[in-house]
């Protein structure tokens, strides 16, 4: 409890990580009970096309080129985009994590043999390894995830094994191991964490580069077209930038203000977790 107060005594301090905080929660609100409270389906055609903002009582943000519901699209792409940013950061720190411990504890060849492989990765552009994944297989939920994972885990494995070589030789790691500790218990319950304050900041910023990956993708075409997200709002409204830009810029604005949030609670986290910062 103590430790948690000190926490939240160093992260309330940065005014910017708060602001950061606040929109991440107001974005998850409304990925979560958004689409429960919105009338229409993203993809129901609700009314008019090409009816404004603040024209129409029931369409508040108005409706796009076949007339759907652009509120609803904007929430229900709320959920999208952050199961994306979620799951693929999920699974990128779950390989990242593993190979980066592996290399930085063992080292040796395995180490050697592991950095090698990671950076077969690191020399290909992440965007493009993304769109050759999904290119190659069909452009589903699943498989962005899977194409944005395998794209993001090198960093991870990198700075994951910096942390486990300078903690590896700490007097309490080599304590554990004249007592005869195991291995993979050194690595879950001793080094790991130790280790979580650069991952959980790092995790933050890798949620914001998921989103903007993925609205990426479905702006090119290659989303779920099962599923409704910002970079297909996007992609929808691109055409009648024109003669109706807020399609396009609802969306837009949705990201921007996304990212930022998660940006700046990553800063506040990093604040926060910082050792000389909390012996202040």
Aim: with cysteine; aromatic share 8%; glycine share 10%.
């Amino acid at each position: 409890m103590r430790r948690l107060r000190k926490f939240w005594f160093v992260f309330s301090r940065r005014r910017v990580a708060v602001l950061g905080l606040v929109i991440l929660a107001g974005v998850i609100f409304c990925a979560v009970l958004g689409p429960l409270l919105t009338p229409y389906r993203p993809w129901q055609l609700a009314g008019p096309p090409l009816l404004w903002p603040a024209t129409d009582a029931r369409f508040p943000l108005g409706t796009d080129v076949l007339g759907r519901d652009i509120l609803s699209g904007l929430l229900n792409g709320a959920w999208v985009s952050l199961s994306i940013g979620i799951a693929a950061t999920s699974a990128s720190l779950l390989i990242g994590t593993t190979v980066g411990a592996v290399s930085g504890y063992f080292g040796g060849r395995v180490g050697d043999g592991l950095m090698r492989f990671t950076e077969i990765f690191q020399t290909i552009p992440s965007f493009l390894l993304i769109l050759m994944i999904v290119g190659i297989f069909s452009p589903s939920l699943g498989n962005i995830i899977l194409a944005i994972a395998v794209s993001t885990w090198p960093a991870v494995a990198r700075m994951v094994r910096a942390e486990f070589l300078s903690l590896r030789e700490r007097e309490y790691v080599q304590s554990c191991v004249v007592l005869g500790m195991s291995a993979p218990r050194i690595l879950i319950t001793q080094i790991l964490p130790n280790s979580l304050a650069p991952i959980l900041t790092i995790s933050s910023v890798m949620v914001a580069t998921a989103i903007l990956n993925e609205a990426s993708l479905s702006f090119l075409g290659l989303g779920d077209p099962n599923m409704m997200s910002w970079g297909t709002m996007i992609s929808i409204g691109r055409n009648s930038l024109r003669t109706a830009w807020y399609i396009a810029a609802v969306p837009g604005v949705a990201i921007i203000v996304t990212v930022l949030g998660l940006n700046l609670f990553g800063e506040g986290l990093n604040d926060a977790l910082n050792p000389r910062l909390r012996a202040e």
